[in-house]
């Protein structure tokens, strides 16, 4: 786990305590997202993106809540090879700016195997969400989407299922996206209105937890 880097008294603030709250909820989000693809593959029905895809990112920037771009800041103070004291230059050397980049994101790299995400560990909720979650709709109604990208799978007839549709062909149901969007609102209700772009939540974020961390030194025996 990359959180587990720094002493205990960094986790006993506000902004770590946050942090790890957040953590846990992006933790349920996977396995929710994990045991829906496996009860698909287990009725024959294998949802997954397309190898190195990344179209999701195309044109898209993130808006994130101040928890998320805190939880990226640390992502990026944490990690060794970019531990420098300087913010700044933890952010420059994580993001791309290539003026062919299909993504406003500075975070995007079409060039990297794999996950085209240069912080994918990191990455806020609407990016986990992506392709596998459902919606309400007006009357309440789970739908989910096939994304735009992903063929339709063979044993699958619609790309978007009610949840009907879902339990009788799967069995199971995405996670539904404005529940987690809820759960991270009240990780910090106060901040819930300072949504916004990520390069622009970024740089604060990274001032305000490499300061944090400045004045949380490491314990030697902390578990
Ligand atoms: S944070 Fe990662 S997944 Fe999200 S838009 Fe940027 S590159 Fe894509």
């Known amino acids: 786990m990359w959180h587990g880097q720094h002493g205990r008294a960094f986790w006993d603030t506000a902004a770590g305590r946050q942090i790890l709250t957040l953590d846990l909820i992006f933790r349920k989000i996977s396995e929710a997202q994990q045991s829906f693809i496996n009860t698909a593959a287990q009725r024959g029905i294998h949802l997954a993106c397309p190898p190195g895809c990344g179209s999701c990112c195309h044109g898209f920037m993130p808006d994130v809540l101040p928890v998320e771009a805190d939880y990226i800041a640390y992502f990026l103070l944490s990690h060794e090879a970019h531990t420098t004291g300087e913010p700044v230059l933890a952010y420059d050397a994580f993001s791309v700016r290539a003026e062919d980049n299909p993504s406003p994101c500075p975070f995007h790299d079409p060039e990297r195997p794999?996950?085209?995400?240069?912080?994918?560990?990191?990455?806020?909720?609407?990016?986990?969400?992506?392709?596998?979650?459902?919606?309400?709709?007006?009357?309440?109604?789970?739908?989910?989407?096939?994304?735009?990208?992903?063929?339709?799978?063979?044993?699958?007839?619609?790309?978007?299922?009610?949840?009907?549709?879902?339990?009788?062909?799967?069995?199971?149901?995405?996670?539904?996206?404005?529940?987690?969007?809820?759960?991270?609102?009240?990780?910090?209700?106060?901040?819930?209105?300072?949504?916004?772009?990520?390069?622009?939540?970024l740089p604060s974020a990274l001032a305000r937890i490499a300061g944090t961390l400045h004045y949380c030194p490491d314990e030697p025996n902390a578990a």
């Open 114 to 201: 794999g996950h085209n995400c240069r912080i994918y560990e990191a990455r806020p909720l609407v990016c986990r969400l992506f392709g596998f979650s459902s919606t309400q709709t007006k009357t309440g109604r789970t739908v989910y989407r096939l994304c735009r990208h992903m063929p339709t799978p063979p044993g699958l007839r619609e790309r978007i299922l009610s949840e009907e549709a879902l339990l009788q062909r799967i069995g199971a149901t995405p996670p539904l996206m404005g529940s987690f969007a809820m759960e991270l609102l009240a990780i910090d209700p106060s901040r819930a209105s300072e949504r916004r772009p990520l390069s622009e939540s």
